[in-house]
């Protein structure tokens, strides 16, 4: 068909969309035969689209949109957030900001972006990293619970390295060796 897939993005749910001659589909199904079925994302519209599984070919599309395409600055806006979630949540060490300026050089319609959503990007880059990471503890008790859950990652020299008995215990950092060195 003679029809152009300009972007492939995730929702903030990570629900496949694709944007298909300015009209953003989400993903509804897949078919015995591997192809996919998306269908309009506006709630009204009941247009569906046939693609391939690798998402690269629209094989077929269903119905007319009863509404006007979506703006392009908008599919911009949602392909770029899309992506920088994405790369915030994989590289853990490399700042917001510096991820932001590296995909705003890359973009070729980077024109469509305003300075609003860029802080709007910042902001969901820092919410999309909190979640992956352990909350901080607000009290030497919750301290303490969490690190006789998690006393197995603590490890010097491939041994052991803290000793609790119970969640109430003095937390113990040492190893073998270094008992061994004190002992002998
Ligand atoms: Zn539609």
Do not use: W
């Amino acid at each position: 068909m003679d029809v152009n897939i300009s972007d492939v993005f995730e929702t903030r749910r990570g629900k496949k969309c694709v944007a298909i001659n300015s009209y953003k589909f989400s993903e509804f199904r897949e078919n015995k035969d591997t192809t996919k079925i998306f269908r309009c994302t506006n709630r009204k519209c009941t247009v569906t689209a046939k693609l391939t599984a690798n998402l690269k070919t629209v094989i077929s599309i269903n119905g007319e949109h009863s509404h006007n395409e979506l703006v392009e600055e908008n599919i911009t806006k949602q392909t770029v957030m899309s992506l920088l979630k994405r790369k915030v949540t994989t590289d853990l060490n490399m700042k917001p900001n510096k991820l932001i300026r590296q995909e705003l050089r890359n973009c070729p319609k980077s024109d469509h972006l305003s300075h609003s959503d860029v802080r709007l990007f910042r902001k969901s880059m820092y919410e999309a990293r909190r979640k992956i990471f352990p909350k901080i503890p607000k009290s030497l008790l919750e301290a303490k619970a969490m690190m006789f859950q998690n006393k197995k990652d603590f490890v010097s020299n491939n041994e052991p390295f803290c000793f609790m008995d119970s969640e109430s215990s003095i937390p113990i950092f040492t190893n073998t060796t270094n008992m061994s060195l004190l002992n002998s």
